[in-house]
């Protein structure tokens, strides 16, 4: 474990994740919270929107989050956000310019596989209250899924991934472009980039949470052939069949 030194405010790295959802980000955020001189808390924004707070009762917490002691042992401070979990963008976009964010950008290149991810993790809600998976016994069986669901589905997660970059495009900050797949891959390597990114020494995390959809979707979709001939000729068509962790 890294020691942990006593940082000057204007030495804290102060960072927020971007992200739509199923694209890693918990599994990423439950490394960083290992990280001995990383702060950092999950969707806060999403906890005050739903708690009836204010756009302004969430600035206010973000102003006082962004704004640590003159010393302390923290290195990096941040929380994770979706954009419609914001209730005042203009002004959540000026502090971020104000405190200078770093912004983390988290994607993921298979919309097949995170439209499947977003339906079994609403499965895995229903029947644990969680929507990821940190136990296999609750690992959920394959699944009939409706074709006209799924492709409205399709259609909102290219919306949202176009919203989302544009965004983060229009914001001239200190970005990292963080893809799930690449994490999913070379977890070592993707963490240190992160950790660098934030300014930390790098860590060996293993993070809490599981794969809750299997990488090969033959496995998690009873209808699999009827849903990937939909898709037939389409840039959708590889996505069915890609298979990047046993």
């Known amino acids: 474990m890294p ?3 006593i940082y000057l405010r204007s030495q804290v790295t102060p960072f927020v994740i971007l992200f739509i959802e199923r694209d890693g980000s918990t599994y990423m955020v439950s490394m960083l919270s290992e990280h001995p001189e990383i702060n950092i808390v999950y969707e806060r924004f999403a906890v005050l929107k739903d708690q009836g707070q204010s756009a302004a009762e969430q600035l206010t917490w973000a102003k006082e989050y962004f704004s640590p002691s003159l010393l302390g042992r923290d290195k990096a401070i941040g929380f994770k956000t979706k954009l419609k979990d914001v209730l005042a963008l203009d002004a959540f976009t000026e502090l971020l310019h104000e405190k200078q ?4 950008h988290m994607q993921r290149r298979n919309v097949i596989k995170a439209v499947v991810s977003k339906i079994n993790a609403k499965r895995l809600h229903d029947k644990t209250g969680n929507w990821n998976l ?3 016994s609750d690992r ?4 009939t899924l409706d074709l006209a669901e799924f492709d409205a589905l399709v259609q909102e997660r290219e919306a949202l991934d176009k919203g989302l970059a544009d965004y983060v495009a229009t914001l001239q900050l200190p970005v990292l472009r963080v893809c799930y797949e690449d994490l999913l891959q070379d977890r070592e390597g993707i ?3 992160i950790f660098d990114f934030l300014n930390v020494k790098s860590f060996a995390a293993q993070g809490k949470t599981k794969k809750n959809t299997g990488d090969d979707l033959r496995e998690v979709i009873e209808n699999y052939d009827a849903l990937r001939a939909h898709y037939t000729g389409t840039r959708y068509e590889a996505m069915f069949d890609e298979v990047l962790v046993a």
Do not use: C, K
Request: glycine letters at 6%.
């Open 101 to 104: 964010v770093h912004i983390i």
């Open 3 to 5: 020691n942990r030194g």
């Open 140 to 143: 959920l069986p394959p699944a």
């Open 134 to 136: 940190y136990n296999e």
């Open 191 to 193: 963490m240190s980039q």
